[in-house]
């Protein structure tokens, strides 16, 4: 079974912090992505990866950065947290055949930004 | 912009009953479409993928079609469970370069009541 882990399930941090939000997969999956989940607004994309130190913006990138130094790991960087960064991060990983790709998600890390 | 809307927000009915979630999508253009489902505070979990050449696609309980020229896909759930509440997502993957960037609707949470 593929398996996608996140850091942590809950964190907690204050306003201007660094936060680093890990992701791992072992399924070797080229592609790697990050989406915030929001209550009324849904999933949206903030960055993804589609291979090793590769990197495209998504849909609400601000505010946000990523790193992927190993083909499993895609790191989520937030460089000074905010309140309106309190959410639900997912990350996810596929490997892209012919349309026939299914995204694999991990647990979720519930961040609060105090 | 590709968006996807879901119909209906929210629905509750008794166990046993047959159901069916409506997905829209503006944007034709799509490799493929993922129906999700997601148990509060998890992640997603992948239930049925269709290809855009496809029409539909079964799981058991679950059938999932996909009429892409008008932009419409529904998920057919037989025989509903408690166990079957949880939220259902659907999210298209774009085509062209896109690496298989979804865009998700926002959701219809079941509620399957013994």
């Known amino acids: 079974d593929v398996k996608v882990t996140q850091s942590s399930r809950y964190l907690v941090k204050r306003t201007g912090e660094k936060v680093f939000l890990e992701c791992v997969q072992d399924?070797?999956?080229?592609?790697m992505f990050w989406y915030r989940q929001d209550p009324g607004l849904g999933l949206r994309l903030i960055y993804f990866s589609y291979d090793v130190k590769m990197k495209e913006k998504g849909d609400i990138p601000e505010g946000y950065s990523v790193s992927r130094e190993k083909k499993e790991r895609f790191s989520l960087i937030l460089e000074s947290a905010s309140t309106n960064q309190t959410s639900m991060y997912l990350c996810?990983?596929?490997?892209?055949?012919?349309?026939?790709?299914?995204?694999?998600f991990g647990p979720g890390t519930r961040l609060t930004v105090l | 912009k590709q968006e996807v809307t879901q119909i209906p927000a929210a629905l509750s009915v008794p166990e046993g009953e047959n159901l069916v979630l409506n997905c829209s999508f503006t944007?034709?253009?799509?490799?493929?479409l993922q129906w999700f489902r997601q148990d509060p505070g998890k992640g997603l979990t992948s239930l049925l993928l269709i290809q855009s050449s496809q029409r539909e696609q079964t799981s058991g309980r679950l059938n999932a079609s996909l009429d892409k020229s008008s932009g419409r896909s529904t998920l057919y759930i037989a025989a509903s469970q408690p166990g079957d509440s949880a939220t259902y997502l659907c999210a298209v993957t774009a085509g062209g370069t896109s690496y298989g960037k979804l865009t998700f609707g926002q959701g219809t949470i079941l509620t399957v009541h013994p």
């Open positions: 944007d034709s253009a799509i490799y493929n």
């Open positions: 996810a990983s596929s490997f892209w055949d012919a349309g026939t790709d299914t995204q694999y």
């Open positions: 399924m070797d999956h080229e592609n």
